[in-house]
């Protein structure tokens, strides 16, 4: 390669280099220094602490809640939107009467902004006269308070999760399904394979790269959706339906503890580093079908 | 007309720097959160107009600024950027972390003359306490609110009770509720006795208790709460057995959102909510509603809510003379009794009360008397330094013995802990 075309090459990356650096490399390395200060207030500047932060955030159980929170809400929301997706997909993928009624109608919770979700779904749960509890009602059972008990605030707010992200993740299969021979499982047909071999063995496997795709959106969302929380419980019952970034949000901007803010940002960053280094370089191997 | 404009030039001149009349207009950027619905908002804005109109020489540009939460966010980034709104509504309870944050400045540095001091003095003294420390004004009251009791008359009525007589005490709350409470023939409650709201910001009302059980919760100085006293523990003992030991109340947290509703809807025949839906209920019930003061128990109590005005740091004397100007005028009589009658807000001066449109009001629709008359018994909403953060401390530990995680000794000493490990810098003289 000349000298020339190297520079050229440069020039070519240069606007989104500089554009990621500035919104993304910068912020993240700011958060990182930040997080080795003390919060700044109007009479005390920020002063250098080390690792006190860091100490200080082994022993907040409150992290501890969330963290394990994001764990629960990332195993019971991705492989459920996952399988709802697919199952969705191959469902409109068939022709039928209606079909884009269908279609359009598993999509429209991913048009919908999330708070407008949120507060429809507010309805749902209300106790009383809520949705659910109007339905249960007429079966004679009396009124539910999922929102309102710690036992079920983290589930509810997952379906919620699920109900908006599975639509999203739908397009993608539907679109992938489109790209699968036809004549494979006309030949599997003939070789007589019922219809959950075909999906085991050629469907599946073939859709793998976009599981993969699928799922490192939702490992991502998981830890970044948390718009509906806001609307639906605000973190309650006690920290029972708080999630890590909604922690971050209320640490760094209802608290004002910017520096502790930075820190659990940086648990944050690097969570979802290993997530996704973990899945492209780990899972990818064994996506390609060969 | 003529007297104000000579008034306000010539307390501008005698502070500006040069000592000339200003020869430019004074702009002003005024931030507002708007927390009921109505037309709250509109009506800011609308008086902001008349202001204008009144003084060619002041542009004051009425920022909305969403909730009471969005606001404070907005000031202190605008702030922390150099851009510092010259007023601004916000929560009375940030006092102390704007104080902190040194982004506001005392009222008292604009207050020369008798004039200005006796203003100073015209607010109800309950609405004060959350608006002063270390003897000095940082808050002025202006859309301030306390939480009253509404009962449906017509439940009250087909329950056999009187339906003109609220509870009282808390032990007439238990007892009515009990017989309000309607269970249909699965057993399935049809309407609970009593509606106590407590999701979001559970501490606002449960203060109402704990000031009726004759405990105050923080100290005037912002840096000691009172969470594990023993009169505290037993006022949440009281919040947990109104559904736990006497079924009157739905379990759970309870929705503050929906609580009107539910009220409406029959779902319950009491609820306690701040006056500041009073327009709302009034417009929205379907049946004969009554309105009146918490129930007592050691004695009445009840806290204050809501925001004042606040004066930033950073900007011209000039401006903030000017600011203080339009604050002196919002808060007059007539533009507050405008807004009270548009809201529902208390109005925050006696003087206000006094005026023929809010006696004509206050006939029409007597309820509203309720709210002014509560002040009397009324104390200091909870506010101390890192509010924020030590009124989530609090709601936690009320969320964790309400929905039975704790008991209430067990989470009101765990929050103590806390508090005060967060409160301990600002008692060491600052």
């Known amino acids: ?290 | 007309m003529f007297a104000k404009l000579f008034k306000g030039a010539a307390m501008t001149a005698a502070m500006a720097v040069a000592g000339t009349l200003p020869a430019k207009a004074t702009d002003l950027q005024f931030y507002f959160p708007v927390a009921v619905g109505g037309g709250a908002a509109e009506t800011i804005e609308g008086l902001t107009k008349d202001y204008m109109a009144m003084n060619p020489g002041v542009n004051i540009d009425a920022v909305y600024a969403g909730s009471y939460q969005d606001t404070i966010t907005k000031v202190i980034t605008a702030a922390r950027g150099g851009n510092a709104p010259q007023l601004s509504v916000a929560l009375s309870v940030d006092m102390f972390t704007l104080i902190d944050e040194d982004l506001i400045l005392p009222f008292d540095d604009f207050i020369k003359t008798d004039e200005d001091k006796a203003w100073l003095n015209s607010f109800y003294p309950a609405f004060m306490e959350n608006s002063q420390t270390g003897g000095k004004t940082y808050g002025i009251p202006f859309q301030r609110s306390t939480p009253v009791l509404y009962w449906n008359k017509d439940a009250f009525a087909a329950a056999g009770l009187d339906a003109n007589t609220p509870p009282a005490t808390w032990t007439e709350m238990v007892e009515m509720g009990k017989t309000l409470t309607k269970r249909d023939a699965n057993g399935n409650v049809t309407q609970w006795g009593v509606r106590i709201p407590t999701s979001g910001f559970p501490y606002w009302l449960f203060q109402g208790l704990t000031t009726q059980n004759d405990v105050i919760l923080a100290n005037a100085e912002g840096n000691k709460t009172n969470f594990d006293d023993p009169k505290v523990i037993e006022a949440l003992e009281y919040l947990v057995a109104l559904s736990k030991d006497h079924g009157v109340m739905e379990p759970g947290i309870v929705e503050w959102g929906a609580t009107p509703k539910a009220f409406f809807e029959g779902q319950t025949a009491m609820m306690w909510t701040t006056t500041g839906n009073l327009t709302n209920v009034r417009k929205n019930a379907p049946f004969d509603f009554g309105v009146a003061m918490l129930p007592a128990n050691k004695r009445r109590g009840a806290p204050t809510g809501g925001g004042n005005f606040y004066l930033f740091k950073g900007t011209s004397d000039e401006q903030l003379s000017a600011s203080v100007d339009f604050i002196k005028w919002i808060t007059a009589p007539e533009q507050s009794a405008k807004w009270t009658m548009a809201t529902g807000y208390v109005a925050p001066r006696p003087a206000t009360w006094e005026t023929d449109t809010m006696k004509a009001y206050a006939k029409d629709f007597p309820p509203v008397l309720v709210a002014r008359d509560q002040l009397e018994f009324a104390v200091a909403e909870l506010s101390t330094y890192q509010n924020q953060r030590i009124t989530r401390i609090f709601n936690d530990a009320l969320a964790a013995a309400i929905t039975g995680q704790k008991d209430a000794a067990t989470a009101l000493k765990e929050a103590q802990a806390q508090a005060d490990a967060i409160l301990k810098p600002y008692r060491m003289g600052q």
Not at chain 1, 24 to 43: I, K, M, Q, Y
Request: aromatic share 16%.
């Open chain 1, 1 to 290: 390669m000349t000298r020339r075309d190297w520079i050229h090459g440069w020039l070519l990356v240069l606007p989104a280099m500089a554009l990621l650096a500035l919104f993304t490399h910068l912020p993240a390395v700011t958060t990182v220094w930040n997080s080795f200060f003390s919060t700044p207030r109007g009479r005390r500047p920020a002063v250098f602490v080390g690792l006190d932060n860091y100490e200080r955030l082994l022993n907040d159980p409150i992290f501890w809640k969330v963290l394990t929170n994001n764990l629960w809400f990332a195993l019971g929301t991705i492989p459920a939107s996952i399988a709802l997706a697919i199952a969705m997909a191959l469902f409109v993928n068939q022709s039928f009467l209606g079909r884009g009624f269908v279609r359009m109608a598993y999509f429209t919770p991913t048009v919908l902004p999330l708070i407008a979700v949120a507060n429809i779904w507010l309805f749902f749960y209300t106790p009383g006269f809520g949705l659910i509890d109007q339905l249960i009602g007429l079966f004679g059972y009396g009124q539910t308070n999922l929102l309102g008990s710690p036992d079920t605030a983290l589930g509810a707010i997952m379906v919620v999760t699920v109900w908006k992200e599975a639509g999203f993740f739908m397009i993608f299969y539907l679109a992938a399904l489109q790209t699968i021979p036809p004549q494979l499982t006309e030949a599997a047909r003939i070789e007589g394979a019922s219809s959950w071999t075909i999906f085991r063995r050629i469907t599946f496997p073939l859709l793998m790269p976009t599981t993969l795709f699928v799922s490192v959106n939702a490992v991502i969302n998981s830890f970044r959706l948390v718009d509906h929380i806001f609307i639906l419980t605000g973190g309650g019952p006690d920290n029972a339906s708080s999630l890590l970034l909604f922690y971050i949000y209320e640490t760094s901007f209802r608290f004002w503890d910017t520096a502790y803010g930075a820190t659990l940002t940086v648990v944050m960053l690097v969570l979802l580093c290993i997530l996704a280094i973990g899945q492209f370089f780990l899972f990818d191997r064994k996506v390609h079908y060969k």
